[in-house]
């Protein structure tokens, strides 16, 4: 009996770690399958064993994705899980149960299963109210600030007909063009690429900040209507209903009237979901009748008369020759898994992504296993499992490497972080290599002419040991080598020299400060405007920059602390780099001195709108309240968390019109002073 104990508990041990991996990191440690047989052998020992029941088993909860960020709020009506199926023979004992119950024929519509992670919308009288994660299945997070950058989401209804009240649910997901480009980014500034558009969705709808989310492009498909009565009698009219309300509904919806058409659409879908632009993992089989829905009911977490065929990720078993390393600019590593080559999703798979040591060690990969390398809607394959039976005898735990492979260089690894990092910026070749592609790059200095394999060249010969020393070189050093010419190197040279004009926020992106994205660039440019005040801005300073925090601010001082840094600098001054940004027109002196921060939605305004004001008033933006801060420009829908600091810190919070009234005052007063005649403000 103690036997049977312990193999439950070590279940819900192994369980709870899948749900952390997957819910709260959004990094999943296990595939679908693997969690659900688990699952399933949990649930017959703790039938067969009550007396080793626990309120807390996983068995008892829908898997959470609560954090501490957002306000928790309870859903009116449960948000369930959908139950698995992974075999015709299982979508047959479906639909035969589901007729048995009925007593008689049923039709069933079927959707596709959308990767992404599962949203709430609650509409009253034809207007979003809120948007709500999934969370435990009866409170989730209140992510509607970051919801309502989502452009397809309505905020008021069209036609009629809708609910006084009514929860909509579907899946907010992340389009394939987006999740590239997201890991673009992520990558060039040293984060961590999401695993797969699922958590980058997921990652994304718990962002602070609904600027970072609107530029991430999620979409969102609507999927049932949750209320008081049935908005329809059949699922499918239910769809056509929110159609017409104006929300977004997939459009490969099908009517099946029997078990040998619901698999001829999972069939089909089965090999046409490549071609799609967004993640789909299954095929969702729903009773289409919502009133013998209602008579199916629900276990505690799944209905009874809906279904999730999951389909099979494309997947090739082969050998694991060897393991290298990568370097990556920001000096990240990167284990790449080199393979007996073996033809998977129509192509030869010779290499396969690691990711990390982590996920060495949680697979227990070894160099000669047996690997599972699987493709699914990824570019790049991973190893998702070994198979032990086949592992050699002589088989040994694979040790991470704990120098650089490049450089020798002692590895070094954050507690918060996943990657090891070779610490030698400014002494490791790819590194080197890597922040000189990245300074030409388009969405930085914009550098014609020059690519990888020709900044490699130039590395390797001496020509170039870091970004500043593009602009040394002349076009007779260039005409000698290799794929260069007369015409090639007077356009190189032009080039580099026509990117002594690129704005500064621009500059401070493309010199390569790890974790300062395009984005942050321009955020610390507008509020920083030089560099020599970047180079002198004290920690708490750069904490007041918006979407500036710890992690990012210490990765500024760090970078400006190296003397190597600080002489690249100056070395693009001499050369004429732009590193201060263009004055705007001050309109008055008004706010001289004066530190805002703005929350909330305003009448007359938007918030860049007043952002822009305040700049041109001489005041200075804050993103959050402190004790530094003079006024708290509050809109309706204020922070709750800034009202509260703002109260505790005695800082002055005004509305629009009497933010409106400062400026005007401020500047007649100056005017008056200098006696002179100001311009109409606005």
């Known amino acids: 009996m103690n036997d049977v104990k312990e193999q439950i508990e070590h279940l819900r041990r192994v369980l709870e770690r899948l749900n952390y991996h997957y819910y709260v990191l959004n990094a999943p440690a296990a595939e679908d399958r693997e969690y659900d047989t688990l699952m399933a052998e949990l649930t017959v020992l703790e039938a067969a064993h009550p007396e080793f029941a626990d309120p807390n088993s996983p068995t008892r909860r829908v898997g959470s994705d609560l954090t501490r960020e957002f306000e928790a709020v309870r859903h009116r009506y449960a948000m369930l899980s959908l139950a698995n199926t992974y075999s015709e023979e299982e979508v047959r004992e479906f639909v035969a149960r589901i007729e048995r119950e009925a007593q008689k024929p049923t039709d069933y519509c079927c959707e596709l299963k959308f990767d992404g992670t599962a949203i709430s919308l609650t509409y009253e009288e034809g207007r979003f109210v809120r948007a709500v994660t999934r969370g435990d299945g009866t409170v989730g997070d209140d992510v509607s600030a970051n919801v309502r950058t989502i452009r397809s989401i309505p905020m008021t209804l069209q036609d009629e007909g809708w609910p006084a009240y009514m929860e909509v649910r579907g899946e907010i997901y992340m389009p394939h063009e987006s999740f590239d480009r997201l890991n673009a980014e992520r990558a060039d500034i040293g984060e961590e690429p999401f695993a797969n558009p699922r958590n980058a969705a997921a990652g994304t709808l718990k962002q602070q900040n609904p600027v970072v989310v609107a530029q991430r492009g999620l979409e969102a498909v609507l999927y049932a209507v949750q209320a008081d009565a049935p908005v329809a009698p059949s699922h499918y009219e239910t769809l056509q209903k929110l159609k017409s309300w104006g929300f977004k509904t997939s459009s490969a919806v099908r009517l099946c009237r029997s078990v040998e058409e619901i698999m001829e659409y999972i069939h089909y879908w089965d090999t046409e979901r490549h071609k799609l632009p967004y993640e789909t993992d299954g095929a969702v089989i729903k009773v289409d009748d919502t009133y013998l829905q209602r008579d199916l009911g629900a ?21 694991l020759v060897s393991i290298d390393f990568q370097v990556g600019r920001t000096g990240a590593i990167t284990p790449v898994a080199n393979l007996e080559p073996v033809r998977l999703a129509g192509t030869t798979v010779k290499r396969a992504s690691l990711h990390n040591a982590e996920q060495i060690e949680l697979l227990d990969i070894r160099v000669g296993d047996m690997v599972l390398v699987e493709k699914g809607g990824e570019i790049i394959p991973k190893i998702v499992g070994v198979d032990l039976s086949q592992r050699p005898a002589a088989s040994e735990s694979f040790r991470y490497i704990t120098h650089c492979p490049e450089c020798g260089t002692a590895l070094v690894k954050e507690a918060d972080e996943v990657k090891h990092y070779c610490p030698n910026a400014t002494g490791c070749p790819p590194q080197i290599v890597g922040r000189i592609v990245h300074f030409i790059s388009r969405k930085a200095m914009n550098i014609d002419g020059l690519g990888d394999e020709t900044v490699q060249l130039l590395y390797n010969k001496g020509m170039v040991h870091d970004v500043a020393n593009l602009y040394d070189l002349r076009v007779e050093e260039l005409v000698p080598l290799e794929r260069q010419g007369q015409r090639s190197a007077e356009h190189l040279v032009e080039s580099i020299s026509r990117s002594r004009e690129i704005p500064y926020a621009r500059v401070l992106f493309a010199i390569g400060i790890r974790y300062v994205g395009e984005t942050t660039a321009k955020k610390l440019a507008a509020a920083i405007p030089s560099i020599d005040a970047l180079m002198s801005a004290s920690r708490e300073a750069l904490l007041e920059v918006e979407e500036v925090g710890e ?27 732009q590193l201060e940004a263009q004055q705007t027109e001050k309109l008055s002196a008004a706010l001289a001195g004066k530190k805002i921060v703005i929350s909330g939605t305003f009448e007359h305004h938007s918030r860049p709108e007043l952002k822009e004001l305040i700049e041109r008033h001489s005041g200075t933006n804050q993103s959050s309240v402190s004790k530094t801060t003079d006024y708290l420009l509050a809109g309706s829908g204020i922070g709750p968390k800034k009202l509260e600091t703002a109260t505790k810190l005695g800082v002055r919070i005004i509305s629009e019109a009497e933010f409106m009234s400062l400026i005007s005052e401020g500047a007649e007063q100056e005017a008056e002073v200098l006696k002179i005649q100001q311009p109409t403000l606005f």
């Open 551 to 577: 992690k990012i601010a210490d990765s500024i001082l760090a970078y400006f602390a190296d003397p190597r840094n600080r002489d690249i600098v100056e070395r693009l001054r001499r050369a004429g780099v």
């Open 299 to 319: 276990t505690a977490k799944a209905p009874r008369w809906a279904v999730a065929y999951k389909f099979k990720a494309e997947q090739a078993a082969t050998r």
